[in-house]
């Protein structure tokens, strides 16, 4: 299949986790997809994963349906790196569909339950590249999608916006996203650019298997007890919407993964059906504005 074949997107920390599997998602279904990421050099992070390596098998996935990866070197605490990076998208491609804002710093202590104050100020980083970076990256794509009229801006959220999860900056990070991206959609909706948010549940990145096998007795049930998606199922998710022509339905709303993919007919890698964590974790506080009277509230 190629869906999204002459499609132009973004994915943000790509290099490992969740970015990695969304960029191969897409470029599977024909995309053409930047990947962005820190990670250059192989080994010099604890964990697997590059740009380079994300991008060569964005390309071999997208063989067949004229899908490839373009890997571009990003800190997303860097603003004029990513201006850089969404100016080579505009001379390169001429045009953005797709932006998954899926970068986001974690704190090595994120699992360490000392509470907020025993914890560094230097953690503060997590509003840096996951709050102001999923801004900096949505204003520029914005920019080239509202001309065009046309796109979707998807971010990478969590149950940790209305059921406590690792700690303060966490849940406040993940609860501002929700709320910057539903008013992104208000502002949106004119220029038909949808803005959405997807509630992942337990993602089996490669942090999470780590940090499962060292940590998992110390993180709470509702976590732990959560049937794990593969990092690729997201991604499938995401393809489906950026081909859904009514995608404007969507725009404004929270969503969970699993109760998406279940809509559009999706299943795992390993064809199973990723249940939802709704009744352990919560529901979504915001719906679509397409089904509120946003202006009067």
Same mark, same amino acid.
């Given at each position: 299949?190629?869906?999204?074949?002459?499609?132009?997107?973004?994915?943000?920390?790509?290099?490992?986790?969740?970015?990695?599997?969304?960029?191969?998602?897409?470029?599977?279904?024909?995309?053409?997809?930047?990947?962005?990421?820190?990670?250059?050099?192989?080994?010099?992070?604890?964990?697997?994963?590059?740009?380079?390596?994300?991008?060569?098998?964005?390309?071999?996935?997208?063989?067949? =349906?004229?899908?490839?990866?373009?890997?571009?070197?990003?800190?997303?605490?860097?603003?004029?790196?990513?201006?850089?990076?969404?100016?080579?998208?505009?001379?390169?491609?001429?045009?953005?569909?797709?932006?998954?804002?899926?970068?986001?710093?974690?704190?090595?202590?994120?699992?360490?339950?000392?509470?907020?104050?025993?914890?560094?100020?230097?953690?503060?980083?997590?509003?840096?590249?996951?709050?102001?970076?999923?801004?900096?990256?949505?204003?520029?794509?914005?920019?080239?999608?509202?001309?065009?009229?046309?796109?979707?801006?998807?971010?990478?959220?969590?149950?940790?916006?209305?059921?406590?999860?690792?700690?303060?900056?966490?849940?406040?990070?993940?609860?501002?996203?929700?709320?910057?991206?539903?008013?992104?959609?208000?502002?949106?909706?004119?220029?038909?650019?949808? =803005?959405?948010?997807?509630?992942?549940?337990?993602?089996?990145?490669?942090?999470?298997?780590?940090?499962?096998?060292?940590?998992?007795?110390?993180?709470?049930?509702?976590?732990?007890?959560?049937?794990?998606? =593969?990092?690729?199922?997201?991604?499938?998710?995401?393809?489906?919407?950026?081909?859904?022509?009514?995608?404007?339905?969507?725009?404004?709303?929270?969503?969970?993964?699993?109760?998406?993919?279940?809509?559009?007919?999706?299943?795992?890698?390993?064809?199973?059906?990723?249940?939802?964590?709704?009744?352990?974790?919560?529901?979504?506080?915001?719906?679509?504005?397409?089904?509120?009277?946003?202006?009067?509230?």
């Amino acid at each position: 299949m190629s869906t999204l074949k002459g499609k132009v997107a973004v994915v943000t920390g790509a290099s490992r986790g969740i970015g990695r599997g969304v960029a191969l998602a897409l470029a599977e279904q024909g995309a053409t997809v930047y990947v962005t990421g820190r990670t250059v050099t192989p080994g010099s992070y604890y964990l697997p994963g590059t740009v380079g390596e994300t991008a060569a098998q964005c390309s071999e996935r997208g063989a067949a =349906s004229g899908g490839r990866g373009i890997a571009v070197a990003v800190d997303h605490a860097d603003d004029e790196k990513v201006a850089a990076l969404f100016e080579q998208v505009r001379r390169e491609q001429g045009r953005l569909d797709i932006l998954v804002n899926n970068a986001f710093t974690l704190s090595d202590d994120l699992l360490d339950g000392k509470p907020f104050w025993e914890k560094p100020l230097s953690n503060l980083e997590m509003w840096d590249v996951g709050i102001k970076s999923n801004y900096v990256a949505a204003w520029h794509a914005a920019n080239i999608m509202a001309p065009q009229q046309s796109g979707l801006i998807v971010a990478i959220s969590g149950f940790a916006a209305v059921t406590y999860t690792y700690g303060v900056i966490f849940g406040t990070s993940k609860t501002a996203v929700d709320r910057m991206s539903r008013d992104m959609a208000i502002e949106l909706q004119p220029y038909n650019v949808a =803005s959405i948010v997807m509630w992942q549940g337990l993602t089996l990145t490669e942090k999470a298997r780590d940090n499962l096998a060292r940590m998992g007795h110390s993180m709470t049930r509702s976590i732990t007890n959560q049937t794990g998606s =593969s990092v690729e199922h997201p991604g499938r998710v995401i393809a489906a919407m950026a081909a859904d022509p009514q995608i404007m339905r969507r725009s404004g709303g929270t969503f969970i993964t699993a109760e998406l993919a279940q809509e559009y007919g999706i299943t795992d890698v390993d064809g199973s059906v990723v249940p939802s964590a709704r009744a352990t974790r919560g529901a979504p506080i915001w719906k679509p504005i397409s089904e509120v009277d946003y202006r009067g509230k």
